[in-house]
Structure formats: structure tokens, C-alpha cells
Nanobody, 125 residues
Framework: VQLQASGGGLVQAGGSLRLSCAASGSTFRAYTMGWFRQAPGKEREFVSAAFRSGGSTYYSDSVKGRFTISRDNAKNTVYLQMNSLKPEDTAVYFC???????????????????WGQGTQVTVSS
């Protein structure tokens, strides 16, 4: 699976952005899709994930209520709608995919086999 993330940019605090991650291959629905982010000097952290098949969604506490993950299996694409952005949301955002990940590990970056190249999100105050 190859992943291509896009949609990052510069936005003022309180604004919105929508990230997209397009995946290659014909078995997209079989993959759990995740979004992670990494700020300078910090470890990569879990943001959100959409589980395979049924697509149950999960969020970190820091973005819950502001971000929404969705997937379009027909387009092999997962989206991250980010609203009410804060300066602390500034980071490089990565999409990730894995076919065999279990629910209890969905927030662990080391459990994902495939990664996109990252897209920069900068939120100004």
C-alpha cells in the first residue's frame, strides 16, 4: 500500500483544514487507517483512526470534538477534517495504514506497517 497525504497548510487559530490520504491498491477497506502527528522535538502521537471494515472511529483526547476522521472506500481515501484549530495542533501530519492491527493497538504508531510522507499543518495564533 502506498499512501499520499495532502491538504496541509497555514491557518489561523480557530480555522479549519481537511487532510486527505489517498491509498493505492484494491483492498483499501481491509486496512485500518490512522492519522498521527509529530511536532518539532516531540514524539509522533496518535490523532485518530478509522478501523477496517466497519470503520469505527477513534480519537485522542486532545482532538476529540474538533477533528473528524472519515473514509471513502470507493475512492481509497481517508480524510481528517480539523476544526477549531489551535496553535498546539501545529505539526507534520502522517497517515498510516495496517491490515492486521488489533483494536487495543490502534493508537500505537509502531503497529502500522505503511506510512505516507506527511503534510505540514501550521496554526498561527
Amino acid at each position: 500500500v502506498q499512501l499520499q497525504a495532502s491538504g496541509g497548510g497555514l491557518v489561523q487559530a480557530g480555522g479549519s483544514l481537511r487532510l486527505s490520504c489517498a491509498a493505492s491498491g484494491s483492498t483499501f477497506r481491509a486496512y485500518t487507517m490512522g492519522w498521527f502527528r509529530q511536532a518539532p522535538g516531540k514524539e509522533r502521537e496518535f490523532v485518530s483512526a478509522a478501523f477496517r471494515s466497519g470503520g469505527s472511529t477513534y480519537y485522542s483526547d486532545s482532538v476529540k470534538g474538533r477533528f473528524t476522521i472519515s473514509r471513502d472506500n470507493a475512492k481509497n481515501t481517508v480524510y481528517l477534517q480539523m476544526n477549531s484549530l489551535k496553535p498546539e495542533d501545529t505539526a507534520v501530519y502522517f497517515c498510516a495504514a495496517d491490515r492486521g492491527i488489533i483494536l487495543s493497538s490502534i493508537s500505537r504508531a509502531d503497529q502500522y506497517d505503511y506510512w505516507g510522507q506527511g503534510t505540514q499543518v501550521t496554526v498561527s495564533s
